[in-house]
């Protein structure tokens, strides 16, 4: 009597020999319309465009509170033309898997008439890597065929820029404040939130990438969407407001971030359990990145020193060569001699500005 | 180890079966579609009873292994979100954990249901019955009663989930039952015909599920501007559920054959001077206890309230408003409260309080942490009802039982 449940398969879009900006052949289907509230430049606004485009329209989204729920809803308006469901902040994976157990059983039932939809959830990294943890765990842990994306903009952005366990270590942020005691602002090192859902749940599909890639963005949502089971996405999105940075610079500082080896892209296959590093063609170091954001501008040479060293076990992970001036970098005496005390004078001007 | 489904028959279609065994019969009875389970005793074996009967083949429907009650509820939420027909539940401080979702639900308008077995809150740990666990949710808009047989938890269980379900309502409902004095003491439960079922119980209909075909957003963000309607729409819908409840009762009488009161069973009350208050297991003793001193030519009565939420003020009125005294008897804990003792009875005398003629009230804490609640115990509190009955005012707002002489 059960009825076969109709999955959707979606197309991968070509990445080859074309312009990282004019994309012909996207869908032209904008499920996450004009009209929100985000700021100009906005890193998580464009990136949910980008997910949901992908997604098309027989989907759903669901969104825990976040700046996505607040900026995005504000006055009982929302953006989507698609159903969106906001939830609490910790029931990001779990309100999910309902929505996903309920399509499962309304349609083997004969309840419900029709394909499948794309489930997504956009959990910011607040809620989930931290408060919806263990939500988002269970959702991967039970399988349940849909997407969760953590959106990460590396801080709790919606209430005023407050730490998060993906903001990195120096980063300034209300919770994180940096004073003659603690120079640095944050002293804790980031929770590498997407390894943790690809080795802690072997059989779901996983993978990090950033604003910077749109194609690969688009593809890896698809990827996740198309794979029969439950998919993980961590992805890298600035917020201009917390990272203090010249708003054109979005897609940018997702280029950045990768390129000076602080967010490994990858991909993780469930079938051979085995990761798909991207390396990038060019390397900087991370001083490059640090530069360009307020939040850095109180570092000096021994933080940015560890950063960098950070960074360069990373490069080491994906199995990028480390150039010897990446290494003489993870000395701090490297900053003195070139006369660099802190990260940016520039940018030290505009944080105390905010 | 499978666990037993442990219906045993008794005569014809009646089943002799615990409190929980009754809840998970009626939920394959409602045809639920996503069931979302954590453990916590007492309720467990509501969720354990499920589960053999989705392993067995006899319901169709998603089990979800929750990662706490938080989740529990939240996947509830989303299930019935989505347009399916769910089933969550808990006890204790499982009830507590997940909180913030009381509200959530019941603001969302989204109609799930919750089995409750009611278990002490800790500290220290208690498996013992105490409805303090539930009635600290009373407040968050959910439909609320207690059952105090197996029968009647399955009973309850169908209506609530019409009632909840029903457009004019549309809200979560919470069926409690006592732990262990209910949730596993059988019973006999007369089973109907899944076609009286379908009968009485339409398939669930979400005006605003989240459906691609017919997109809506849920839980927009608003202004506190736009606040007061959305409070108010929710008030409403909760004294709007009264009548709604009243039909439900009254058809579900037409349907099963088993007529229940819409809000109070008014026990020998009609020529009674003074009365027990009361909701749950512990009424069948207090009932027994009014038949011995009804024996002696003692004018009491017992009303045993079937649904605390919404609160019905005109039944309360109606049942107990002729009397000179009226004892609600406390299984929670209302710490600090105007009384000094349970909550039952600050509803209540809100409710009678508008009466010009109106009885004159005492509580009594009895049964804590999940004590047996004995016939002597009834006794001594009719003793103290007769005095303040005839000495016309009382001794306390709240006595507790086994502490006074």
Avoid at chain 2, 13 to 27: E, M, P
Avoid at chain 2, 199 to 224: N, T
């Amino acid at each position: 009597m059960a009825t076969e449940v109709e999955r959707q398969i979606l197309p991968l879009f070509e990445i080859e020999d074309r312009s990282r900006w004019y994309n012909p052949d996207l869908p032209e289907t904008d499920p996450f319309v004009p009209g929100h509230r985000t700021c100009a430049g906005c890193g998580p606004a464009i990136e949910y465009r980008l997910h949901l485009k992908a997604a098309e329209d027989h989907s759903i989204a669901i969104g825990p509170t976040g700046c996505m729920y607040v900026a995005n809803s504000s006055y009982m308006c929302t953006p989507y033309s698609i159903p969106w469901a906001h939830t609490p902040i910790a029931s990001g994976g779990s309100f999910t898997s309902g929505v996903a157990a309920g399509y499962e059983a309304m349609i083997r039932k004969g309840k419900y008439q029709g394909k499948y939809p794309n489930i997504i959830c956009m959990s910011g990294d607040g809620s989930a890597s931290d408060i919806g943890l263990g939500s988002v765990s269970g959702m991967l842990y039970r399988n349940h065929d849909a997407l969760l994306i953590c959106y990460d903009n590396e801080q709790y952005a919606n209430t005023g820029i407050q730490t998060s366990p993906t903001s990195p270590y120096g980063a300034m942020t209300t919770f994180t404040p940096p004073g003659p005691k603690i120079p640095e602002g944050k002293k804790l090192w980031p929770k590498e939130v997407a390894k943790m859902m690809a080795e802690g749940h072997p059989w779901c599909y996983v993978a990090t990438t950033t604003v910077g890639y749109p194609i690969d963005l688009m593809n890896k949502t698809r990827r996740g969407l198309n794979f029969r089971g439950a998919a993980f996405m961590q992805v890298y999105a600035p917020c201009q407001k917390g990272f203090v940075y010249q708003t054109p610079l979005t897609i940018e500082l997702g280029k950045m971030v990768v390129e000076c080896g602080l967010f490994p892209v990858w991909e993780y296959d469930p079938e051979t359990r085995s990761y798909d590093y991207l390396i990038p063609e060019q390397q900087h170091l991370v001083i490059e990145y640090l530069k360009l954001q307020g939040r850095f501008g109180h570092l000096s040479g021994e933080h940015i020193a560890k950063i960098q060293a950070s960074a360069n076990r990373k490069w080491e992970m994906i199995g990028a060569d480390v150039p010897a001036d990446f290494r003489a970098a993870e000395d701090p005496g490297y900053y003195v001699s070139r006369g660099i005390d802190k990260a940016g004078a520039a940018a030290t001007e505009k944080a105390k500005a905010w | 180890m499978a666990v037993k489904a442990a219906v045993k028959p008794a005569s014809g279609n009646v089943v002799r079966v615990s409190g929980c065994t009754a809840s998970a019969l009626a939920a394959k009875y409602a045809d639920v579609d996503v069931v979302t389970a954590y453990p916590i005793r007492p309720y467990t074996a509501i969720m354990m009873t499920l589960a053999q009967m989705i392993a067995n083949g006899e319901l169709d429907a998603e089990y979800i292994h929750a990662d706490g009650e938080h989740a529990q509820l939240s996947a509830a939420l989303g299930a019935g979100s989505a347009g399916a027909r769910a089933f969550t539940g808990s006890s204790g401080v499982g009830i507590t954990f997940a909180y913030e979702l009381y509200s959530f639900i019941s603001g969302a308008r989204i109609p799930i249901h919750m089995a409750v077995a009611d278990r002490t809150l800790d500290p220290p740990g208690d498996f013992g019955s105490e409805h303090t666990d539930a009635l600290c949710t009373r407040d968050m808009g959910w439909l609320m009663g207690w059952a105090s047989t197996p029968q009647e938890v399955f009973d309850k269980t169908l209506m609530a989930y019409r009632m909840g379900e029903d457009h004019r309502v549309l809200l979560p409902q919470m069926v409690c039952q006592d732990g262990y004095f209910v949730s596993h003491i059988s019973g006999e439960v007369e089973l109907p015909d899944q076609a009286q079922v379908r009968e009485f119980l339409p398939p669930y209909r979400l005006p605003y599920a989240l459906d691609p075909k017919l997109p809506v957003s849920h839980g927009a963000q608003i202004m506190p501007e736009q606040g007061p309607p959305l409070q108010l729409s929710r008030a409403r819908a909760m004294e709007e559920a009264v009548p709604v409840m009243r039909e439900v009762t009254d058809t579900f009488g037409e349907v099963f054959g088993r007529h229940y009161p819409h809000f109070i069973e008014e026990y020998r009350l009609d020529d009674a001077e003074i009365a027990f208050f009361i909701q749950g297991a512990h009424a069948v003793t207090a009932r027994g206890v009014v038949d011995r001193l009804r024996d002696q030519g003692v004018k009491i009565g017992m009303a045993r309230l079937l649904w605390f939420r919404p609160f019905p003020t005109e039944d309360a009125q109606k049942a107990l408003g002729h009397l000179r005294a009226v004892g609600t008897v406390e299984t929670n804990l209302g710490l600090g409260g105007a009384t000094s003792g349970g909550v039952l009875s600050l509803d209540l005398a809100a409710a009678l309080y508008p009466l010009r003629e109106r009885p004159l009230l005492t509580s009594f804490m009895a049964g804590m942490g999940g004590e047996a609640v004995p016939s002597n115990e009834f006794h001594w509190m009719a003793k103290k009802l007769q005095r303040v009955a005839s000495e016309g005012r009382i001794e306390k707002m709240a006595h507790w039982v086994g502490f006074e002489e």
